[in-house]
């Protein structure tokens, strides 16, 4: 054995890394294993809604964001087709100050956020391997970890060995822990551009416009992360050589003022889509092992909420750290009973959102109508669309029900 630690967290992205700066601050000897040796843009989360600001300020990590270059959006405008912009911008929705302390919904770049985390576990102590290869977990109450690095093998052992190695996990697939998936609704992908300097500072915006969703995050000096959500039955729509041209001529959408600004955008990342699915695990936990992040099951990224979910993930299972010594399966209950009904709650809002504002039909188009009329004033209602913004813990359990969901397709 070349060494024991407390903790040996496989993967350092955002769940990871925030993982091992927190438990690295508490004094734990904390060891991070991760694949990449720099982190790269691979079109994902950078938009943290305000649910999640709130899980960062818990955890102490939200200076360490800004620093990264995070910026809030403090209001959120909804062009959609259904409105003229003046309209929209009356409804605009605030976005500072909806939850106690929270200035909005946090933007940071995926890679530089993963580097920041990773840097600050470093800072607070723990020990990071970048560039890792071949790590395999055994489990039990002595856990032992193998890996690779720089053509030398390494076996560490540990208390606790923590999967946060993201969607394709190798720790999840090594335990055997069955990753469950619905069908895929929407493709969605993104692609990161500078040149936005019109674009009023502190605005994302969402909607629905002919055969697209989309959803727009400013930052600082002009640059924005673009998302764009589209039918299935269109998949390849923006693979071919001129993706990034196909893509931002998508985004001169007539419900958004001055759209011609994206034409002269310029790309700043990759152009990349994904099927847009939810998954989850029946259990993420194992005798001396727990799972976190996409790890132990994503939601579908069309509600934006990775982020929150890996954040509120981190604090659940670092408070199961602070409360006591046992590191038994049993311990993670509070963790694994509080994820499986957010991620259950959070499968409805995506199925709701999909429903509303990416199904491109006229009777969508009629739903969406009906239920902006209502949803910002009915919790039960608008529980599925609220949830995105302030957390599902924070609205009525009624909102969660398949009766509801019904009565929210039915609409219009
Ligand atoms: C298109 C798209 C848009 C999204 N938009 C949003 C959004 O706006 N807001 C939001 O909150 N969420 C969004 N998400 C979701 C969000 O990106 C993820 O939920 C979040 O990144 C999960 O963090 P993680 O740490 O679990 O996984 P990751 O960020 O994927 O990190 C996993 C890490 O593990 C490492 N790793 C993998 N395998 C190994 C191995 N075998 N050994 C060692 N290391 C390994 C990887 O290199 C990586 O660094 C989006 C996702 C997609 C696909």
């Known amino acids: 054995m070349d060494r024991i630690h407390d903790v040996v967290v496989v993967g350092g992205g955002i769940a990871g890394s925030a993982l091992a700066t927190v438990l690295a601050r508490d004094g734990y000897d904390v060891l991070v294993l991760e694949r990449q040796t720099s982190y790269r843009d691979k079109v994902r989360g950078e938009t943290l809604l305000c649910w999640g600001v709130v899980e960062l300020q818990r955890l102490g990590l939200e200076q360490v964001l800004l620093d990264a270059g995070g910026c809030y959006a403090t209001r959120m405008v909804p062009y959609d087709e259904?409105?003229?912009?003046?309209?929209?911008?009356?409804?605009?929705?605030?976005?500072?100050?909806?939850?106690?302390?929270?200035?909005?919904?946090?933007?940071?770049?995926?890679?530089?956020?993963?580097?920041?985390l990773a840097t600050a576990a470093a800072g607070a102590g723990a020990t990071v391997v970048r560039g890792v290869g071949d790590v395999e977990v055994v489990p039990?109450?002595?856990?032992?970890?193998r890996y690779e690095h720089d053509d030398v093998a390494y076996q560490v052992g540990c208390r606790l060995v923590v999967g946060a190695d993201g969607r394709m996990s190798t720790v999840r697939r090594q335990l055997g822990i069955e990753l469950q998936?619905?069908?895929?609704?929407?493709?969605?992908?993104?692609?990161?551009?500078?040149?936005?300097?019109?674009?009023?500072?502190?605005?994302?915006?969402?909607?629905?416009?002919?055969?697209?969703?989309?959803?727009?995050?400013?930052?600082?000096?002009?640059?924005?992360?673009?998302?764009?959500?589209?039918?299935?039955?269109?998949?390849?729509?923006?693979?071919?050589?001129?993706?990034?041209?196909?893509?931002?001529?998508?985004?001169?959408?007539?419900?958004?003022?001055?759209?011609?600004?994206?034409?002269?955008?310029?790309?700043a990342g990759p152009c990349v889509f994904y099927p847009m699915n939810d998954s989850w695990v029946d259990d993420p936990r194992a005798p001396g092992v727990v799972l976190i992040g996409d790890a132990a099951g994503w939601n579908?990224?069309?509600?934006?909420?990775?982020?929150?979910?890996?954040?509120?993930?981190?604090?659940?299972?670092?408070?199961?750290?602070?409360?006591?010594?046992?590191?038994?399966?049993?311990?993670?209950?509070?963790?694994?009973?509080?994820?499986?009904?957010?991620?259950?709650?959070?499968?409805?809002?995506?199925?709701?959102?999909?429903?509303?504002?990416?199904?491109?039909?006229?009777?969508?188009?009629?739903?969406?109508a009906a239920y902006s009329a209502v949803f910002r004033t009915d919790p039960v209602l608008g529980g599925p669309r609220l949830a995105t913004i302030?957390?599902?813990?924070?609205?009525?359990?009624?909102?969660?029900?398949?009766?509801?969901?019904?009565r929210i397709l039915a609409m219009g």
């Open 300 to 368: 579908d990224p069309i509600i934006g909420q990775g982020l929150s979910i890996s954040l509120r993930d981190v604090r659940m299972v670092a408070d199961v750290l602070r409360a006591s010594t046992d590191r038994s399966p049993a311990a993670f209950t509070p963790y694994v009973e509080e994820r499986r009904e957010r991620m259950r709650r959070l499968r409805i809002s995506a199925e709701v959102v999909t429903a509303l504002s990416a199904t491109f039909t006229p009777q969508a188009t009629a739903r969406r």
């Open 390 to 406: 302030v957390g599902p813990d924070q609205l009525p359990a009624e909102g969660f029900t398949r009766q509801n969901v019904e």
């Open 82 to 116: 259904l409105l003229p912009p003046a309209h929209a911008e009356a409804a605009a929705a605030p976005l500072a100050g909806l939850l106690p302390g929270v200035p909005g919904a946090l933007d940071v770049g995926h890679p530089e956020a993963c580097e920041a």
């Open 140 to 145: 039990g109450e002595e856990p032992v970890v």
């Open 181 to 267: 998936q619905c069908a895929p609704r929407t493709m969605g992908g993104g692609m990161l551009v500078d040149g936005l300097h019109d674009w009023p500072a502190g605005q994302m915006s969402l909607g629905t416009e002919g055969d697209v969703y989309y959803l727009m995050f400013p930052r600082a000096g002009g640059r924005a992360r673009l998302y764009l959500m589209h039918d299935l039955a269109q998949r390849g729509r923006f693979a071919g050589p001129d993706r990034e041209k196909a893509f931002l001529d998508a985004y001169q959408l007539s419900c958004i003022p001055g759209s011609a600004m994206f034409a002269a955008a310029e790309p």
